[in-house]
């Protein structure tokens, strides 16, 4: 890092690149990734993209914003967020978050606490704007400024003047989405002020009152999967036919009948997988249905629209878009008769559905909502299912979602069915409540425009790599074939970016997957080795 | 300054405190419900709380009973409140400015309990010669206030100027905080070491500050106190350091608030009293005109 970054900065030279990130800032790595120039080279972004699209804030580029042609393009724009800002801060349009909200523009003692517990700062060489206080404070003072009855002058008088223009809109915009909201800075704040619920808020600012969000996470995502069913962009028949074809291959690979129930009135859970899995991990949504009914569970998928699918992504940057998703998905569960809705793995499906939603589903909407980690417990546990655990012996190490265990607080379930089913379990450090995320959290994982996911992957997750090789540390070569359970698909859509970037297979015999393949994998009926050791 | 004028400014002062105070907290009070965003550890967990783990680890937790342990958020909450133990755990380096700091400000919080019962004790004529003997503790109970939370104040000066880290968002307001809090702890380290005769002055002065009888006779250093004192009551209510109000707020009824919504609830009425209001935010796909309300926004169907 080259320079200090003042919070005012952030409004100044909008033409420029406020704090420039490169490979060079970022702490080493353990070996064979520790030599910088065998890593791979950043995307370049070229010089007439620069000039189409705004990179402003660290020579990043997530969100592919075009430049307006016009200053009163611009000022128009500023003007909607001033308005957006003052909404941000009314009981009508945000009694959602206002108390959290308030709580934490109001009350930071700026100590920094927050600022080691972030793996995004620390593993950027500690770049000043990816501090979690960093945008916290421009919001703050932006609010204090423009939202509060004498604010312009109280901003002269304290010395915490902020200018509102184009260049401090934009670079707040993209700062907005250099944030996983894993919330482990909120967990060490000893106020309990939460930067993760600043990112949050603003990016619900930009959404609902500017119009501007990632277009994986908004056309491609929630919009996507309003109109067609998924943000895979899968319809109803799509998906059961995809569905069929992967009892298919899993009946002829396990040489058991698997069979996947649509539709099935009355069933006692309604089991939602986020539909990625589908596409880009079948043997996780065939594992599944290989447990359920070997267990006897009596339980079905639906073929309604949205009812496939468990994504919400409105959880990352817009409520009405999150309560529209979960809406659909309560509707399923209702027209289905069932007598719950199981979550799949997918730590965002769990948060959204489970807690964040579970005041606007009210009267009859109010259905039971659960994890499967609990449920796959009560199966491994039951005694219905014969297992052998060494056919799992091989290092296994466990990636806790951050919206599943620091979020939700399921901790215990999914450790128990591993120190069962793998006898070479082990822990990451730190690990359970005090994980660290991905990398790819909030929506990351599925956003790859420009120059992102080398960003995403050398320092979103940088912290996490290391952790996982420092988890294998004993067994360090390929020779030795290793296990990163992450039972979540924006996780697992992060891992399988990460290890590839890196050839972690190759170098080190890291694979990734889920929980539920490695208890069909230590299943006595299931003859030939249900993990596959390959990348996919 | 004449005692009449210094009990005049101790009320003005002591009211806009008490009424901020008040209106402040109950403003955060009554902030709508909000949506759920706990956050693990939640110690009221009474098995699963020492691993951060929740309800929801329960297969089908609804027919599970909920297993609270009062105790357990309570030593959480007096080991956070007594000995910082989130910056003990994250941020030592602080720490070790903080606590002591802290620790003044509660001592003297004490001191001046103490005080002010003293003096509600002689306004009644009930003094008993147990007390009167604790009340000579008086001195060295605000003395070790004013020294511990002196040298905090001065490590977080220093932390937040020296410290690149701290200094890039440390603001002018932040600093003017810890010099006014630092101004308090001197005057009154000054005032314990130079009048001799202090819990009589203090008692004396908190009698006439219940019976509104001018004090007369106060030594400069305690008036200077006093006063310090005082404006800094009045201020309190104002600045971020009301962060121990808020505190409550962000662990109660953020993290720890995992209630969740049963049909037929006051919290069920209450939320759907929420959704009743109009929505004016302006982005396109929400359609919103300010006449929708919540539900209306989030139950149209979107454009294909």
């Known amino acids: ?536 | 300054m004449s005692g009449s004028i210094l009990l005049a400014l101790a009320y003005v002062l002591l009211a806009v405190f008490v009424v901020a105070a008040v209106l402040r907290t109950v403003r955060i009070a009554r902030l709508p419900v909000h949506l759920r965003w706990e956050l693990a550890p939640v110690p009221k967990e009474k098995t699963r709380g020492r691993y951060g783990g929740s309800y929801l680890e329960a297969y089908e937790w609804w027919k599970q009973p909920r297993e609270e342990s009062v105790v357990a958020e309570l030593l959480y909450m007096l080991e956070e409140i007594l000995f910082l133990k989130a910056l003990w755990k994250h941020q030592r380096r602080l720490w070790w400015w903080s606590f002591p700091f802290h620790v003044g400000l509660y001592l003297l919080a004490v001191a001046v309990g103490l005080t002010l019962v003293e003096g509600a004790l002689a306004a009644a004529g009930v003094l008993s010669p147990a007390w009167s003997a604790l009340i000579h503790g008086l001195p060295w109970l605000a003395g070790a206030a004013y020294v511990l939370g002196a040298v905090g104040a001065v490590g977080l000066l220093v932390s937040r100027l020296a410290r690149p880290s701290l200094r890039a968002l440390t603001t002018p307001v932040a600093l003017f905080n810890l010099v006014l809090l630092l101004a308090v702890f001197v005057s009154g380290a000054v005032t314990v070491w130079s009048v001799s005769d202090l819990p009589a002055r203090a008692a004396g002065l908190a009698h006439a500050l219940l019976t509104a009888t001018p004090p007369h006779g106060l030594p400069a250093a305690l008036t200077t106190h006093v006063v310090l004192s005082l404006v800094f009551l009045a201020y309190l209510p104002f600045s971020q350091m009301m962060h121990f109000v808020a505190k409550y707020f962000t662990y109660h009824q953020v993290r720890w608030d995992d209630e969740p919504l049963v049909v037929g609830s006051r919290l069920e009425q209450e939320v759907q009293e929420l959704l009743k209001q109009p929505v004016t935010w302006s982005a396109p796909h929400l359609n919103a005109d300010g006449v929708k309300n919540w539900v209306d926004v989030a139950t149209e169907e979107v454009e294909r």
């Open chain 1, 1 to 536: 890092m080259t320079r200090r970054v003042r919070v005012h900065d952030i409004g100044k030279r909008g033409d420029e690149v406020l704090s420039p990130v490169s490979l060079q800032d970022l702490p080493p790595l353990p070996p064979p990734y520790d030599k910088m120039d065998e890593q791979p080279v950043w995307k370049e972004i070229k010089p007439e993209a620069r000039e189409r699209m705004v990179c402003n804030l660290d020579g990043v580029v997530a969100l592919s914003l075009p430049q307006p042609e016009t200053e009163e393009e611009k000022q128009a724009y500023v003007d909607r967020f001033e308005a957006g800002l003052k909404k941000l801060f009314t009981r009508e349009n945000n009694w959602t978050f206002l108390q959290p909200l308030l709580l934490s523009t109001d009350y930071c003692v700026a100590c920094q606490t927050c600022n080691d517990a972030c793996p995004i700062y620390t593993m950027s060489g500690r770049n000043d704007i990816y501090r979690p206080t960093y945008r916290a404070e421009v919001l703050r003072r932006l609010a204090r400024k423009y939202a509060r009855p004498g604010g312009k002058l109280r901003a002269k008088v304290t010395g915490e003047d902020i200018e509102l223009n184009w260049a401090t809109v934009t670079r707040l915009y993209e700062l907005a989405y250099r944030c996983t909201m894993c919330r482990r800075c909120a967990q060490a704040c000893p106020i309990g002020v939460d930067n993760g619920l600043i990112t949050h808020e603003l990016r619900k600012l930009f959404s609902q009152e500017l119009g501007w969000a990632p277009k994986e996470l908004h056309e491609k995502g929630t919009m996507l999967q309003l109109q067609v069913g998924s943000s895979t962009g899968m319809n109803p028949v799509v998906v059961k036919d995809n569905v069929e074809f992967i009892d298919d291959d899993m009946s002829e690979e396990t040489e058991l009948e698997v069979h996947s129930p649509f539709d099935k009135e009355e069933a006692d859970l309604l089991l939602i997988h986020n539909a990625g899995e589908m596409l880009a991990w079948p043997e996780n949504p065939g594992a599944f249905a290989i447990v359920l009914n070997a267990a006897g569970i009596d339980w079905t998928l639906s073929s309604d629209e949205v009812g496939y699918d468990g994504v919400n992504y409105g959880l990352f940057y817009d409520d009405f878009q999150l309560a529209r998703i979960a809406l659909r998905h309560a509707q399923t569960a209702k027209k289905l008769k069932v007598n719950k809705i199981v979550m799949g793995e997918c730590g965002h499906q769990h948060k959204a559905l489970m807690t964040i939603a579970d005041r606007v589903l009210t009267g009859d909407l109010s259905v039971h909502r659960e994890s499967c980690m609990p449920l796959l417990e009560e199966i491994v546990f039951s005694g219905k299912i014969e297992f052998d655990p060494s056919k799992n012996d091989f290092p296994v190490t466990l990636h806790d979602p951050c919206n599943i265990v620091r979020n939700l607080g399921i901790v215990e379930p999914q450790r128990r069915i591993l120190r069962y089913l793998c006898p070479q379990f082990r822990e990451m450090t730190p690990h359970g409540v005090d994980n660290y995320c991905c990398g790819g959290g909030s929506g990351f994982a599925v956003m790859s425009p420009n120059n992102f996911t080398d960003w995403r992957v050398s320092v979103a997750g940088r912290m996490k790599f290391k952790q996982i090789l420092d988890a294998f540390a004993d067994q360090p070569g390929p020779e030795v074939k290793k296990y990163v359970c992450a039972p979540c698909s924006n996780c697992k859509g992060q891992m399988r970016d990460m290890l590839d970037y890196y050839g972690a297979l190759e170098k080190s015999g890291i694979t990734y997957g889920g929980l539920v393949e490695l208890i069909v994998n230590a299943m006595v009926d299931v003859k030939e080795p249900f993990i596959k050791w390959e990348m996919h």
